[in-house]
C-alpha cells in the first residue's frame, strides 16, 4: 500500500480507544483516519441506550476530520478491545466511500493480528447518489 504510517496510526486508534464509551456492548473500538492533509483524526466508539443514536468510532474520526475542513482521506486505522477484528460496519463503509473510496483499511484484533484492505475490497459495489 501506500506510504503509510501504520504503527502511527495503529497507536494514535488505540489511544482514541480508550475514551471510547461502550456500556451496552462492551464493543470499544478506536479509530485513526489519515487526512490527504497528513493529519491524523481519532473518534472512538459512543454508545447510546437509543442503539440508533450510538455512533461508531470510525464515524466519529470522519465527523472530526469533516469538522475540520478534510474531506480526503488516505487511510483508517480501526482497533478492537474485545471480538477479533475491528472490521468497519457498512453504514461506516458507506460513509467513508462518500470521501474516499479507495481508502487503506489497516485493521488490528484484540489478539494484535493485523490485516489491510482497500475499502473497494470491503464495500465492493459503493453506493452514489448523483447530484447535478
Known amino acids: 500500500m501506500l506510504n503509510i504510517p501504520i504503527k502511527k496510526l495503529l497507536d494514535a486508534a488505540n ?5 471510547a464509551y ?5 464493543d470499544a473500538f478506536g ?13 472512538a466508539t459512543a454508545e ?3 442503539f440508533s443514536a450510538s455512533l461508531c468510532a470510525e464515524h466519529a474520526a470522519v465527523a472530526k476530520a469533516l469538522s475540520k475542513g478534510c474531506r480526503k482521506f488516505s487511510a483508517l486505522a480501526v482497533v478492537a478491545k474485545k ?6 460496519c457498512g453504514r461506516c463503509r458507506q460513509v467513508l466511500a462518500e470521501f474516499s473510496p479507495e481508502l487503506a ?3 488490528r484484533s484484540d489478539t ?4 489491510t484492505y482497500k475499502l473497494t475490497e470491503l464495500l465492493p459495489n459503493t453506493f ?3 447530484v447535478n
Open 15 to 19: 489511544a482514541a480507544q480508550k475514551f
Open 31 to 43: 479509530a485513526a483516519l489519515l487526512g490527504a492533509d497528513g493529519v491524523i483524526y481519532t473518534g
Open 83 to 88: 471480538g477479533g477484528l475491528a472490521i468497519p
Open 22 to 26: 461502550a456500556p451496552y456492548s462492551g
Open 112 to 115: 494484535g493480528e493485523v490485516l
Open 105 to 107: 483499511i489497516i485493521l
Open 128 to 130: 452514489n447518489l448523483r
Open 48 to 50: 447510546n441506550a437509543s
